[in-house]
């Protein structure tokens, strides 16, 4: 079975960081676009960010923009997204998911293979 390993979750305070990592099990990454998600508890998961195979990240929630970065190392065949200056709203369950297409979409519909999350709590 396809699937994402996402792992670096965690409890941390206000203002603390968090490095996400993202890694297949099983197959490699290849040329498709992976991005992360999210979802709050009683909310949709919301797509934040995605990044191409050739590095090129794209933003799609402002609230996350000059916070969270993603990255990626295709010889490691891991995605990364590395969380700065966290805040209590943005705990929630954090996926990571391969595109069907080497480009970037906000839209979970353009994913295939999903992790099952990884919990990250941000609370004093």
């Known amino acids: 079975q396809l699937q994402l390993v996402e792992s670096g979750g965690g409890l941390v305070q206000p203002g603390g960081s968090l490095r996400l990592s993202c890694a297949p099990s099983?197959?490699?990454?290849?040329?498709?676009?992976i991005g992360w998600f999210r979802q709050a508890p009683g909310k949709g998961r919301e797509g934040m960010l995605c990044?191409?195979?050739?590095?090129?990240?794209?933003y799609y929630r402002d609230a996350v923009k000059g916070r969270f970065t993603i990255s990626r190392d295709n010889a490691k065949n891991t995605v990364y997204l590395q969380m700065n200056n966290l805040k209590p709203e943005d705990t929630a369950v954090y996926y990571c998911?391969?595109?069907?297409?080497?480009?970037?979409?906000?839209?979970?519909?353009?994913?295939?293979?999903w992790g099952q999350g990884t919990q990250v709590t941000v609370s004093s």
């Open positions: 099983g197959f490699t990454l290849g040329y498709y676009a």
């Open positions: 998911a391969r595109s069907s297409y080497n480009y970037c979409s906000g839209a979970s519909g353009a994913y295939n293979t």
């Open positions: 990044i191409n195979y050739s590095g090129r990240s794209t």
